[in-house]
């Protein structure tokens, strides 16, 4: 069945780049998306991509698609305190939006 | 602008006990509407997800169930909670024909105890 893995914990210092990686199994998937979760919160849809694409920039934001390997990024530039959250990678299935395989999410730890 | 809500923000039920959890959706119509949980682990499942009056898909068997009375309502019930339906419980929404994003409210933490 479908699956999608990430790692659990990240941790960068202000200023740095973070980059949050996911892989997936079902090469089917026609949208690939990151997902913020903050504290007790629910989830705050960042960036998607559509499957045909290989890379989509969206302010500090660069979302890269490798397809052969099944594998997605999430890089985030110039990374803050405010970016501590977990980080949703998800795949769409039967090519809807709203019906998603969810990693387990990476907690991104930013110290000052 | 869309918005969706969902009431209540937290709720400790004793088990054996029903529930319900609504889920509504302002500013557009007729949209896919989709409950998903949480559960402590952190990962997210879809439980179920409809795309219009009294049309119910079910992702996963369980105690729980869905309804949708009206365009942009979603309910979920359970009539006897068990201590394994404690969790995070999600809604979200997705725009129908374009049906490439899903937009989550802020959702409902349950303790059954």
């Known amino acids: 069945g479908e699956d999608v893995e990430q790692s659990l914990f990240l941790s960068v210092r202000e200023g740095d780049s973070s980059v949050i990686n996911c892989t997936y199994t079902d090469s089917s998937s026609t949208y690939l998306y990151w997902y913020k979760q903050e504290p007790g919160a629910g989830l705050q849809l960042l960036t998607y991509i559509f499957s045909n694409m290989d890379m989509k920039q969206d302010q500090r934001l660069t979302v890269l698609l490798n397809k052969k390997d099944k594998h997605l990024s999430l890089r985030i530039a110039d990374t803050q305190t405010g970016d501590s959250a977990i980080y949703f990678c998800a795949e769409s299935i039967d090519n809807q939006g709203g019906k998603l395989i969810f990693g387990q999410g990476t907690e991104l730890s930013v110290k000052p | 602008s869309q918005t969706i809500h969902q009431w209540p923000a937290t709720l400790v039920q004793p088990v054996g006990s029903p529930l319900s959890l609504e889920c509504t959706v302002e500013g557009t119509s007729n949209p896919n509407l989709y409950w998903y949980r949480q559960a402590a682990g952190r990962g997210l499942q879809l439980l179920f997800y409809?795309?219009?009056?009294?049309?119910i898909s079910s992702e996963v068997p369980q105690n729980l169930s869905a309804s949708r009375p009206q365009d942009r309502q979603f309910i979920l019930s359970s009539k006897k909670l068990l201590l394994s339906d404690s969790g995070f419980y999600l809604c979200a929404w997705s725009r129908r024909p374009m049906n490439t994003e899903a937009f989550f409210g802020q959702g409902t933490r349950l303790t059954v105890v």
């Open positions: 409809s795309v219009g009056i009294g049309q």
